[in-house]
């Protein structure tokens, strides 16, 4: 059973920073691109951040120079360091497995993270 499972959320006050993880167990992120989105109240999930299997990596525009993703695949865990945190910022969290090359999520969610930005 693939699971997916965010932590490191927390109230933060504006300009903060702070780190989540993402742990996958059943399935290796080794061959998969990986993404960060997050999901505001009475807002769709969105994408932030995505890191191809090589590395690569890409931003919503909101969140460039901000935010940085990145992979440990021995780990088979997906972070996302969050700098310069702004109250728009706030929202709950989520990492999935990417379809090919793209930034479209498949398989289950996991619980996510809350993050939360106070001005």
């Known amino acids: 059973q693939v699971q997916l499972v965010e932590s490191g959320g927390s109230l933060v006050q504006a300009g903060g920073s702070l780190r989540l993880s993402c742990a996958a167990s059943g399935r290796s992120i080794i061959i998969y691109g990986m993404g960060w989105f997050r999901q505001a109240p009475g807002k769709e999930r969105e994408f932030v951040a995505t890191v191809s299997r090589s590395g690569f990596t890409y931003y919503t525009d909101s969140v460039k120079g901000r935010f940085t993703i990145s992979r440990d695949n021995a780990k088979n865990t997906v972070y996302l360091q969050m700098n310069n945190l702004k109250p728009e910022d706030s929202a709950v969290y989520y990492c999935?497995?990417?379809?090919?090359?793209?930034?479209?999520?498949?398989?289950?969610w996991g619980q996510g993270t809350q993050v939360t930005v106070s001005s």
């Open positions: 999935n497995f990417l379809k090919g090359n793209s930034r479209e999520p498949f398989g289950s």
